[in-house]
C-alpha cells in the first residue's frame, strides 16, 4: 500500500494538489508553446474571424431583442388576464351581494 502512494507520488507533478485555474500547456522539453505571431496570420483569415465575431455579436443582440420582446409580450398578457379575472370576480361578488339582499328583503 505505501509502495503505491509512492508511486502516485512520484508521477503525479501536482503531488496530489488540485491546480486553479487553466491549465499550463508546457512542450514536451518544459517550454512554453511560441506563441503565434500576427504577422503569420493571414488577412483573409482575420477578415473571415471579424465578420464571424460581428454576426455572432448581431445574433446575439437581436436574440435579447426577442426575449425582452416576449418577456412584455408575457407581462401585458397577465396584466389583462389579471384584470379580467378582477372583474369577474367584482361582478360575482355584486351579484351575490344583490340576491342576498333580495332574499332578506322578501322575509
Excluded at 500547456?25 to 518544459?30: H, I, K, M, P, W
Excluded at 420582446?69 to 384584470?83: D, F, G, V
Excluded at 370576480?89 to 332574499?103: G, L, N, P, Q, Y
Amino acid at each position: 500500500m505505501r509502495d503505491a502512494e509512492t508511486q502516485s507520488e512520484t508521477t503525479d507533478p501536482t503531488g496530489g494538489r488540485r491546480s486553479r485555474g487553466r491549465p499550463r500547456t508546457r512542450q514536451s522539453n518544459g517550454q512554453s508553446p511560441p506563441q503565434a505571431k500576427a504577422s503569420a496570420v493571414e488577412p483573409q483569415v482575420v477578415s473571415e474571424r471579424a465578420k464571424r465575431l460581428l454576426q455572432w455579436r448581431q445574433d446575439g443582440v437581436t436574440a435579447a431583442s426577442e426575449y425582452e420582446a416576449k418577456e412584455r409580450a408575457t407581462r401585458l398578457l397577465t396584466a389583462r388576464l389579471r384584470t379580467e379575472r378582477l372583474a369577474r370576480e367584482t361582478a360575482s361578488r355584486e351579484r351575490d351581494r344583490k340576491r342576498a339582499v333580495k332574499s332578506r328583503g322578501v322575509r
